[in-house]
């Protein structure tokens, strides 16, 4: 298993740019939550999916961000326009229902956007 | 009720010591108590869990102290390396619900 997989792994932007961020969760995993992390605020949760629809976007910070699952294998955050205080990593981590040893978040290694 | 504190916010250990990394919660309906252990550039890895009817679970040199009554939970690393150096955060999540709650984290530097 080649666990959640990212891309890219650094982006670099300018304000007011388009960015649109990958995630391709574990198969069978049937939750996916889009997290941000920075200095200082830490891991904050943005959304997350359960079997591909939404389940609670309240992280979201403004209209300017967005989320999809098409589908099982795949999803997408989106952030348009980018402004500097967006810079964090933001990660993908997946997760399964299906027995106790699942009850873990697999992470992927993260996008590190830069917005200059 | 949501929250999660963690403490210490950055902790510093000789090689061999104990570090004591602590988490404290009000939400009685937590039931799920996980920690993940965070290297640089890399994403958060679930390293041990406990569930609360239990006071103790012990995986490798990884230790979890559960306290109920105090609503308190920690993570102690026998024999510590420096390649234990990382991020640790301690999280919980309530029974059905597959949210984390996270705590702040714990930056831990092992000095050789």
């Given at each position: 298993d080649a666990g959640v997989i990212q891309s890219p792994r650094h982006e670099v932007t300018e304000m007011g740019q388009e960015v649109t961020l990958?995630?391709?969760?574990?198969?069978?995993h049937d939750y996916l939550f889009w997290y941000r992390q920075t200095m200082m605020r830490g891991l904050e949760l943005l959304i997350y999916f359960?079997?591909?629809v939404p389940i609670d976007d309240s992280g979201m910070p403004e209209d300017r961000f967005s989320a999809k699952m098409p589908n099982a294998s795949f999803s997408t955050l989106k952030i348009q326009p980018s402004e500097p205080r967006d810079s964090a990593v933001y990660f993908c981590a997946s997760r399964g229902t299906g027995?106790?040893?699942s009850y873990g978040y697999t992470f992927g290694s993260g996008t590190r956007l830069t917005v200059v | 009720q949501q929250q999660v504190k963690q403490s210490p916010q950055s902790l510093i250990v000789q090689k061999g010591g104990i570090p004591i990394i602590n988490c404290a919660y009000e939400n009685t309906a937590f039931d799920y108590f996980?920690?993940?252990?965070?290297?640089?550039?890399?994403?958060?890895?679930?390293?041990?869990?406990?569930?609360?009817?239990?006071?103790e679970k012990k995986e490798g040199r990884f230790t979890i102290s559960f306290n109920k009554s105090a609503k308190q939970f920690s993570l102690?690393?026998?024999?510590?390396?420096?390649?234990?150096?990382?991020?640790?955060?301690?999280?919980a999540s309530e029974r059905g619900n597959y949210q984390l709650i996270w705590g702040a984290g714990t930056k831990l530097i092992i000095k050789p």
């Open positions: 990958r995630c391709k969760p574990i198969s069978g359960n079997n591909n027995r106790p040893k | 996980p920690w993940y252990q965070q290297f640089p550039g890399k994403g958060p890895a679930l390293l041990i869990a406990i569930r609360p009817d239990v006071s102690h690393i026998m024999d510590s390396q420096p390649g234990d150096s990382a991020t640790y955060f301690c999280a």
